[in-house]
């Protein structure tokens, strides 16, 4: 199946429940803005159409995972705050984690930070700190943290891939694709979910009603996409 082109385009209310906006004539809603694309996303939006088919399981019906949900790794474009106890001068109140994963920090100029969690990256600056000062206490702390890119494809209005506020559902990006098109089916709304990106795993296709997303019914509301989902319609 062609896949049409993929739009980059981002709902200001993305993160917000409620119907989803259309805009006529096929033009982006008031509130939309441009978002780079990962060259890797738009792959998946490639493999989405032919991951779609196949055995899927009711997201009424999916199992909790039996391990507790990974701590958040930090990542480019989040920003930070670093404090050290009681050393003003060795802190840094808002930074944002560059593009090649690091941050600059008073005295210790630049820390890499990316794929680490909060607490790892405070154990690195004490250990980098105490050539200062005798027993430091660095805390980390996640001030705003760069937002989700998810594929949505299929029959929506706007097939493409959009920025979503982290801890969104699936209504949120679906409200960011322009709603369901003309020819949806309202009852096969999935999230592919891999396991490994790109990976030879097929993913976990997730099945969702439309209509319990619209109402706000359990569990489809309180499911929370996260890196690596793709959203489909067909």
């Given at each position: 199946?062609?896949?049409?082109?993929?739009?980059?385009?981002?709902?200001s209310?993305?993160?917000?429940?409620?119907?989803?906006?259309?805009a006529?004539?096929?033009?982006?809603?008031?509130?939309?803005?441009?978002?780079?694309?990962?060259?890797?996303?738009?792959?998946?939006?490639?493999?989405a159409?032919?991951?779609?088919?196949?055995q899927?399981?009711?997201?009424?019906?999916?199992?909790?995972?039996?391990d507790?949900?990974?701590?958040?790794?930090?990542a480019?474009?989040?920003?930070?705050?670093?404090?050290?106890?009681?050393?003003?001068a060795?802190?840094?109140a808002?930074?944002?984690?560059?593009?090649?994963?690091?941050?600059?920090?008073?005295?210790?100029q630049?820390?890499?930070?990316?794929?680490?969690?909060?607490?790892?990256?405070?154990?690195v600056?004490?250990?980098?700190?105490?050539?200062?000062v005798?027993?430091?206490?660095?805390?980390?702390?996640?001030?705003?943290?760069?937002?989700?890119?998810?594929p949505?494809?299929?029959?929506?209005?706007?097939p493409?891939?959009?920025?979503?506020?982290?801890?969104?559902?699936?209504?949120?990006?679906?409200?960011?694709?322009?709603?369901?098109g003309?020819?949806?089916?309202?009852?096969?709304?999935?999230?592919?979910?891999?396991?490994?990106?790109?990976?030879?795993?097929?993913?976990?296709?997730?099945r969702?009603?439309?209509?319990?997303?619209?109402?706000?019914e359990?569990?489809?509301?309180?499911?929370?996409?996260?890196?690596?989902?793709?959203?489909?319609?067909?």
């Open positions: 199946m062609t896949q049409p082109p993929v739009s980059t385009e981002l709902s209310r993305a993160g917000q429940p409620g119907p989803p906006r259309r006529a004539g096929g033009r982006p809603a008031p509130g939309f803005r441009r978002a780079p694309v990962p060259a890797a996303l738009v792959l998946l939006v490639a493999l159409g032919c991951a779609a088919s196949g899927a399981v009711r997201v009424e019906d999916l199992k909790p995972s039996a507790p949900e990974e701590e958040y790794r930090i480019p474009g989040d920003v930070l705050s670093v404090r050290v106890w009681n050393q003003e060795m802190s840094v808002r930074t944002r984690v560059r593009d090649d994963g690091r941050i600059s920090v008073p005295f210790l630049d820390v890499e930070a990316a794929n680490r969690t909060p607490a790892e990256l405070a154990t600056l004490k250990a980098r700190l105490q050539a200062f005798v027993g430091p206490v660095v805390t980390i702390t996640l001030e705003d943290l760069r937002p989700l890119r998810i949505v494809t299929g029959e929506v209005a706007r493409g891939i959009y920025e979503v506020d982290r801890k969104t559902g699936v209504l949120a990006a679906l409200a960011a694709a322009g709603g369901l003309e020819f949806a089916h309202r009852d096969a709304v999935y999230v592919l979910r891999y396991q490994v990106p790109l990976g030879d795993v097929a993913p976990t296709r997730i969702f009603g439309y209509q319990a997303l619209v109402r706000g359990r569990p489809a509301s309180a499911f929370h996409l996260r890196e690596g989902d793709v959203v489909v319609v067909e």
